[in-house]
């Protein structure tokens, strides 16, 4: 088809929203799992869990083979009950990888096995009146902050009568905001705002009525935080795995707010060279505002997936983000740009048609970045022959 067809974006927004209503960090995600189940139905494309919850999605296509991935997670970074104090407030643990910077000052909830408590986050001298300065020097670390319970308790054992143990979950409160602007505000856009993005692009290609020239897998999973995600998430004979997470936008960083990124490089190494520029060439034949940029302390799906012994071409999409893993804001425009751009991705042709063969050992049949004799390079510096350093008749 010639032209993309447009993202409902007050659909985008909507579940946006009832999604960041739910918590789910890593270890903690039954209810939002049911939830992007739910809407899969709602679209009509059905979906299989794993033991523990990862959505194994399908989104038929004119062949099944050779078939492509795209993966979107589930789960936020959070907390854990470390220990509680005799004081009866409670020691915490990060639930994947995040600075207890941006914990401090936060309201939370704590999912004991009775139900649900409340509470705040505080620095150890949380007291501006009676600490005054010594306040600023506290150091930043998980060992200097501390949960305190809206309930009445000053000791072990009055927080324990509550019904809180060691290895309660503990999750952040989202704080949404959506301006007239256009821009997101929110805590844990990482990775909501990825998944609603593909739910959204997953109803436009439902709507429009379009079939893909191949097999596609939407992946929902839930333990992209600590590293697992992807790793036992592909039963199927998949050849193209595409990520979707959040691009940081920061100093240093090529990202915006307003564009979606294609990643080629992260902590884990580069990205597939074909996949990535199938990417960026989709963005550019439909006018979607796309950056290229590299994320250095950053791990995706993507790789998880490679790690578990996967024979796959990777890539990575990113929508733009201010303030990762903090107070996060993107724009919708950047949203509505990624939704496209998976759309179009999913619409598209294999990058190659020889990887449903990848028993065929023919170097015929194999990729080629550039032309052998453009890559060849020198590996020692010539010497000039010998006619050129002597003059005809001998003489020097």
Known sequence: ????????????????????????????????????????????????????????????????????AVSAHLDTIGAIVREIKDNGRLSLAAVGHWSSRFAEGSRVSIFTDNGTLRGSVLPLLASGHAFNTEVDKMPISWDHIELRLDATTKSRSETEYLGVRVGDFVAFDPLPEFTESGYISARHLDDKAGVAALLTALKMIQEAGIVPPIDCHPLFTITEEVGSGAAGALPWDVSEFVGIDIAPVAPGQQSDEHRVSVALQDSSGPYDYHLSRHLLRIAERNSIPVRRDLFRYYYSDAHSAINAGHDIRIALLAFGCDATHGYERTHIVSLASLSQLLVGYMISPPVFDSDAAPADNSVDRFAHQLDLEETHQDNQTHLPHIDELIKEGGKS
């Open 1 to 68: 088809m010639n032209k993309l067809p447009t993202p409902d974006l007050d659909y985008l927004r909507r579940v946006l929203l009832e999604m960041l209503a739910i918590p789910s960090p890593t270890g903690f995600t039954d209810t939002i799992v049911m939830y992007v189940a739910e809407r899969l139905s709602e679209i009509g494309i059905p979906y299989e869990l794993t033991r523990r919850g990862t959505i194994r999605a399908t989104l038929k296509g004119h062949k099944e083979s050779p078939d492509r």
